[in-house]
């Protein structure tokens, strides 16, 4: 049993309240869930402390706790990696909307592969291969994969795929970097200082990585096949512009509640 486990209510209250109050007076938004994060992760009131003194300090939540939810599951997250956003479970249900069983499925700039792992627990049988360029990344989508029998490849975008992949991929899925270069610097300090930038800067428009991905897509989606990619609204026209651009039949959908904007590219059936 942890130290937690024997404190008497009033103690696990009084400690409760310590330690919303430090997590609020740094400006944690959630401070009373995130607390109860932190004591569920933590052995003892010392290790609570040093966890709440870290997250007052700005390291992510989910770096400390080592774990986000995401599509229902509890997806993996190391130091340094990109965590996960709600609004990209917009981009999730895109997908298992595309998606049929049996299907080869691509999770591009993967990540924690979290968008891949959570496709392959609601569908049937699907293929599922993840790709990033960042070590740290993809050591951390291993893990999560192995839970649904995922590839896992580090390289730069299709790269690093077998050659035997080309043509015989259903669906492509990408939540690649689209924070345009100088918007970096107004970003929260969470994802500013504690996420890596290849997993944030898209470049000058923030859609630098999604023309690479585009030019590159017709060369490995099967016919009728489909790639996905989240983005803002104020971008999205322009992505579909460059889907197009790239032989790609675009479409554009959101969702106002989710803040949540994605492009869904189909590949024509010859």
């Known amino acids: 049993m942890s130290e937690f486990g024997r404190l008497e209510d009033a103690n696990r209250e009084r400690l409760f309240a310590r330690v919303t109050a430090k997590l609020r007076a740094a400006g944690c938004v959630y401070a009373e869930e995130e607390c109860r994060l932190l004591m569920a992760a933590a052995r003892d009131a010392d290790e609570l402390d040093d966890m709440a003194n870290r997250r007052a300090a700005g390291l992510p939540i989910e770096h400390i706790i080592g774990w986000v939810e995401f599509g229902g599951r509890r997806i993996a997250v190391d130091p340094h990696v990109f965590v996960p956003r709600y609004r990209t479970e917009f981009l999730l249900r895109q997908t298992i909307g595309c998606a049929k069983p049996g299907d080869v499925v691509l999770d591009l700039c993967c990540g924690t592969a979290a968008l891949g792992v959570a496709l392959a627990a609601a569908m049937e049988r699907i293929e599922l291969h993840c790709v990033d360029i960042d070590p ?105 512009g460059i889907f197009a651009d790239n032989g790609l039949t675009p479409q554009v959908v959101s969702s106002e509640d989710m803040d949540a904007t994605v492009v869904i590219g189909t590949r024509a059936i010859l």
């Open 136 to 240: 740290a990344a993809v050591r951390c989508a291993r893990r999560n994969a192995a839970a649904v029998c995922g590839q896992v490849y580090e390289g730069d975008l299709f790269a690093p795929l077998p050659a035997a992949l080309r043509g015989r991929i259903d669906v492509v899925v990408a939540n690649a970097p689209y924070v345009p270069t100088d918007a970096i610097r107004r970003l929260p300090a969470e994802a500013r200082e504690h996420e890596a930038r290849t997993a944030l800067d898209g470049g000058v428009d923030g859609l630098d990585i999604q023309r690479r991905i585009a030019a590159e897509a017709l060369r490995w989606l099967a016919p009728g096949g489909y790639l996905l990619v989240e983005t803002s609204e104020q971008q999205a026209p322009y992505t579909a």
